[in-house]
């Protein structure tokens, strides 16, 4: 089971800058963990489909086909995303409906790109 990685308010707080410092241990245990997550070919998919969609919003009954994947299997995937803070679910009715939380790709973003977090 994929336990719940953090996710920090700001963007920089999840690890230093990887090409700025030596990461700690903490650090980079937790930025390995976050890679994990998205080093999957289906949850890439998923993340890409779900910000595609209309309000950057999708229901779970709408990434079946397009993934090609059972249900069960893309249930999988949107729980591991969601556990990691990748995608918020909200359920409505019977349907449970995903959207990408940006603050924890940037996150990521920043840990590998300090430019990232540069004003632009």
């Known amino acids: 089971m994929t336990t719940a990685l953090p996710l920090a308010a700001d963007p920089s707080l999840c690890c ?3 090409l700025q410092a030596p990461l ?3 650090e980079a245990g937790t930025l390995a963990a976050a890679l994990k997550v998205l080093a999957d ?3 890439l998919r998923l993340l890409s489909l779900i ?3 209309p309000d950057a919003t999708a229901c779970n009954c709408d990434l079946v086909e397009p993934l090609g994947l ?3 299997t893309v249930s999988h995937h949107l729980k591991v995303l ?3 803070g990748f995608l918020h679910r909200e359920k409505r009715a019977q349907w449970a409906y995903y959207r990408v939380v940006p603050e924890r790709l940037a996150q990521l973003r920043a840990a ?3 430019a ?3 004003p632009a």
């Open 16 to 18: 230093a800058p990887v």
């Open 24 to 26: 700690a241990a903490d």
């Open 41 to 43: 070919p289906a949850r």
């Open 51 to 53: 910000a595609a969609a």
């Open 70 to 72: 059972s249900q069960p």
């Open 82 to 84: 969601t556990e990691a």
């Open 112 to 114: 590998l790109d300090p």
């Open 116 to 118: 990232a977090l540069a």
